[in-house]
């Protein structure tokens, strides 16, 4: 259900059903259509979820500002929606949005729960991605690999073209389940660059400082993208809890749905 208001400055998406506070879902890509979160291994079944379409995604349009000057538009609809402080959960790029609000806004963020994050920004620690790849054999993640270390696209259908090459180091498999997956949400290049405009320089020394709300850090073991050791330390450096999911890359409600759904809906219900 779409829940578009006139006062708010991004599109809203709801997912589920039932009453109760709800959980305020921000997508990654950065700014990719949130469509590919489909319905979070059915979360919205025990939780009321509403999924952001930060600025640059198709449905809210214009650019982003910068992740965190973005962050005035998670309180916008935490105060449409009357509540004084919200749960956030987060996907990949989304998490830097994520952190920017409690950050910036201690008080209106009740807990964190942040999904396979970019780390190395955060942590500092140098990605160790080459080490999960030495176990993969597939033609297919080998060019997905190859790209991710050469492609530096300038244009929008290079930008979408290399998104498609380095989907399959995506995920710890590439079955026609994943195959598909990879294909939904739109990605812009335009978006993706003004999300990282206007950040301040000492954005990292102050979200390390904060005093940041309870925080879950969920990570994949085969996640190619964001490393585990970098995970690890960016969990560590937030003071936030890690659960690193076996057999999983940086879709864990795709590929792992269960796991997925059971530490979050714990998560969740733990911090209402």
């Known amino acids: 259900m779409h829940l578009d208001h006139p006062d708010l400055p991004t599109a809203v998406t709801a997912l589920?059903?039932?009453?109760?506070?709800?959980?305020?879902?921000?997508?990654?890509?950065?700014?990719?259509?949130?469509?590919?979160?489909?319905?979070?291994?059915?979360?919205?079944?025990?939780?009321?979820?509403?999924?952001?379409?930060p600025r640059g995604t198709p449905r809210s349009g214009g650019l982003s500002r910068g992740w965190?000057?973005?962050?005035?538009?998670?309180?916008?609809?935490?105060?449409?929606?009357?509540?004084?402080?919200?749960?956030?959960?987060?996907?990949?790029?989304?998490?830097?949005?994520?952190?920017?609000?409690?950050?910036?806004?201690?008080?209106?963020?009740?807990?964190?729960?942040?999904?396979?994050?970019?780390?190395?920004?955060?942590?500092?620690?140098?990605?160790?991605?080459?080490?999960?790849?030495?176990?993969?054999?597939?033609?297919d993640v080998a060019a997905a690999l190859v790209s991710m270390a050469n492609d530096d696209p300038t244009a929008e259908e290079a930008f979408r073209e290399s998104f498609r090459r380095q989907a399959p180091a995506s995920y710890a498999r590439w079955t026609d389940v994943e195959r598909a997956h990879a294909e939904v949400g739109a990605i812009s290049l335009a978006a993706a660059s003004a999300w990282f405009t206007d950040i301040p320089a000492d954005a990292v020394t102050r979200i390390r400082a904060a005093?940041?709300?309870?925080?879950?850090?969920?990570?994949?073991?085969?996640?190619?993208?964001?490393?585990?050791?970098?995970?690890?330390?960016?969990?560590?450096?937030?003071?936030?809890?890690?659960?690193?999911?076996?057999?999983?890359?940086?879709?864990?409600?795709?590929?792992?749905?269960?796991?997925f759904q059971r530490l979050v809906d714990a998560w969740l219900a733990a911090h209402r």
Not at 110 to 136: F, K, N, Q
Not at 221 to 243: E, N
Request: glycine letters at 12%; proline letters at 9%; a negative charge.
């Open 211 to 259: 005093t940041l709300p309870p925080t879950l850090v969920i990570g994949g073991d085969q996640d190619l993208l964001t490393g585990v050791r970098p995970v690890r330390d960016y969990a560590d450096a937030l003071g936030g809890d890690l659960s690193l999911i076996a057999d999983c890359g940086h879709y864990p409600w795709i590929e792992q749905p269960e796991v």
């Open 68 to 139: 965190w000057s973005d962050a005035d538009d998670v309180i916008a609809l935490a105060d449409a929606l009357g509540q004084g402080s919200v749960n956030l959960l987060a996907h990949s790029a989304g998490t830097r949005l994520a952190l920017a609000t409690a950050t910036r806004f201690p008080e209106r963020v009740r807990s964190l729960a942040l999904v396979t994050p970019p780390a190395s920004w955060l942590s500092g620690t140098p990605h160790d991605g080459e080490e999960i790849a030495a176990g993969r054999a597939e033609a």
């Open 16 to 53: 589920g059903n039932v009453d109760g506070e709800p959980i305020i879902v921000i997508p990654g890509g950065p700014c990719r259509g949130p469509e590919y979160l489909v319905d979070l291994a059915g979360l919205g079944d025990s939780h009321p979820l509403l999924v952001m379409h």
